[in-house]
């Protein structure tokens, strides 16, 4: 009896070709897009969107290809919920989400996973750049860097439960880009030459402030540019607008230039400083999750990656509560932000990680 397999298809080249090794490799598949929003109810045109038309159009033409049946699941309300609603949240109380994050943790292996599970489908799988494997000796699921480092999406991958893990799978984990169009292209996929999506799907241009604002129908007040010592420098255009270590749009006359090191959303002030007032050696997190260790047992020496664009960093970690840990840097990093996830390694392993409070 061959394995079961569910298919997460975005319309994308990445989850074509993954749902092309899945069948090859003799898995029963089925295909599934997820409906995340109505592109009109946040402003959005379809050429736009993950959700478009056009997007699960291509993903049912590959489906059909590959003699899989398709659908589409409505996970909008949820996506709303989850996703839309906390990213809104988090600008106006001034930290930056990722929500790409949020919409791995519970659309795509929260709600599209216990829906395989109730089609009878053991496993999800998806177009990530990523690899998971098992340890004998820890008996425990472990989530790896993709074996291509300028394609690995582990970072974003780290709120994976043992559960998801041992019925996910990640076939480009040990592929480049280039190796995927190729393929891609020798099945004649639509898609196979199809841009990579590089903005967050519901948010035009990387506009957050203007889709706050459209979204909520809100008007965020303008408020006080100050120095560390309190000083007003001029006035801001509203919170939802900065972020730790913006520059560029403040709109101000400078003598030298200055950087946000702080939102206040008591106050409604945005704090500006010096690009060394950036630079911090600890931090927070909480809503911690780890995947290759049961806990954090005393000091946990790894490197430690503060964004997603950020270089991994050495540093000590240490537990505060049972969702609460420290992250002490051996050299101060810059621009940490609220908000934002730290993610753990051990070389390609992730240990784990958290959003930084």
């Known amino acids: 009896m061959s394995k079961k397999a569910l298919i997460a298809m975005s319309g994308g080249v990445d989850s074509s070709v993954a749902a092309y090794l899945m069948k090859e490799q003799g898995y029963n598949c089925i295909g ?46 949820n996506f709303k919920e989850k996703v839309v609603d906390k990213f809104v949240s988090c600008y106006e109380n001034g930290l930056t989400p990722n929500p790409c ?13 216990n829906k395989a599970r109730e089609l009878g489908y053991e496993y999800v799988v998806t177009g990530h750049y990523s690899r998971i494997s098992y340890n004998e000796t820890t008996k425990r699921y472990e989530l790896k860097k993709a074996a291509d480092p300028t394609k690995d999406q582990s970072y974003v991958l780290y709120s994976m439960t043992q559960e998801q893990l041992s019925h996910t799978l990640f076939p480009l984990g040990e592929m480049s880009k280039e190796q995927v169009r190729e393929l891609a292209s020798s099945q004649n996929f639509i898609n196979a030459n199809k841009h990579d999506s590089q903005d967050i799907c519901f948010v035009v241009n990387g506009k957050y402030a203007d889709f706050i604002e459209n979204y909520t129908g809100k008007n965020y007040p303008e408020g006080d540019f100050v120095d560390l010592e309190g000083n007003v420098l001029g006035r801001h255009k509203g919170i939802i607008r900065y972020t730790i270590g913006q520059r560029r749009g403040l709109g101000l006359s400078l003598k030298q230039s200055m950087y946000v090191v702080k939102v206040d959303p008591i106050s409604n002030t945005v704090v500006l400083g010096y690009n060394e007032d950036l630079f911090t050696t600890t931090l927070q997190a909480n809503n911690v999750n780890l995947i290759s260790i049961p806990e954090i047992a005393g000091e946990l020496r790894c490197k430690a990656r503060p964004r997603y664009n950020a270089k991994e960093a050495w540093a000590t970690v240490t537990k505060i509560d049972h969702d609460t840990i420290k992250v002490v840097f051996d050299e101060p990093q810059r621009a940490i932000t609220k908000g934002q996830a730290v993610v753990l390694y051990d070389e390609d392993l992730v240990i784990g990680g958290g959003t930084i409070i």
């Open 32 to 77: 599934a897009t997820m409906k995340l929003f109505q592109n009109e109810d946040i402003g959005l045109s379809k050429e736009h969107s993950c959700c478009s038309i056009d997007d699960v159009e291509d993903a049912r033409r590959v489906a059909s290809a590959l003699d899989m049946p398709f659908y589409v699941l409505n996970f909008s309300e």
């Open 101 to 113: 994050i949020e919409c791995n943790r519970h659309l795509k292996f929260e709600h599209l996973y």
